[in-house]
Structure formats: structure tokens, C-alpha cells
Nanobody, 122 residues
């Protein structure tokens, strides 16, 4: 059984930092496409970042230069380091996983976590 458990969300002021974690079980993050998504109230879910099994990384334009995705294969955990946070980053953040090796464009991820809330406000 695949499980994804996110943590690390919270409330921060603009310009602040957070690091989200996604602990995985039932599979190895090394061999899966792993992604972060977010959904703000009243908005559609959007892809934030992804990393495939070959280490190829993508970012949404809105987070480039501020967010960094990484994974620790030994801990079987995915991370999202978020710096210079803005109010528009406020959303529920979800971790997702799929056995697709390449993180193909438009991929419909098979597995999702329950989400962790990030709120950026002064």
C-alpha cells in the first residue's frame, strides 16, 4: 500500500521560509516520479515542481528561483524548500507520486497525500 504523508506547513510572514516534507511508504521515491502541487481556495490545483527518477526537475514559473525540490532516497522522503514566500503562495500543498519514470507532461499521478496548509500573511 502506497502512503504519502506531508508535513512542514504553517503560517509565515511574507519573505519567510518553510520546508515541506513528504514521507513515502510502500514504494521507493528513487524510482518514481514525485511532484508537489498546490490548491488555493477557489482556484484549480496547479503543479509546483516535479523530479523524476533521473533527477530531472521542473518548476512552475511562479516559484522558479524561490522553491527547491529534492529527495532523500535513504529516508524515502521528498522535500520542498520554499524561500521568499509571498501571499500568493498561500494554498494547500500536496505531494504526489507516480511510477512513470519521466514525469511526462500532463501526467495524472496515481498517489496523493492528504496535504499540508501553507499560509503567507503579514
Amino acid at each position: 500500500q502506497v502512503y504519502l504523508v506531508e508535513s512542514g506547513g504553517g503560517s509565515v510572514q511574507p519573505g519567510g521560509t518553510l520546508r515541506l516534507s513528504c514521507a513515502a511508504s510502500g514504494f521507493t521515491v528513487r524510482s518514481y516520479c514525485m511532484g508537489w502541487f498546490r490548491q488555493a481556495p477557489g482556484k484549480e490545483r496547479e503543479g509546483v515542481s516535479s523530479i523524476n527518477m533521473y533527477g530531472r526537475i521542473t518548476y512552475a514559473d511562479s516559484v522558479k528561483g524561490r522553491f527547491t525540490i529534492s529527495k532523500d532516497n535513504a529516508k524515502n522522503t521528498l522535500y520542498l524548500q520554499m524561500n521568499s514566500l509571498k501571499p500568493e503562495d498561500t494554498a494547500m500543498y500536496y505531494c504526489a507520486a507516480d511510477p512513470n519514470r519521466f514525469c511526462s507532461s500532463g501526467l495524472q499521478y496515481d498517489h496523493w497525500g492528504q496535504g499540508t496548509q501553507v499560509t503567507v500573511s503579514s
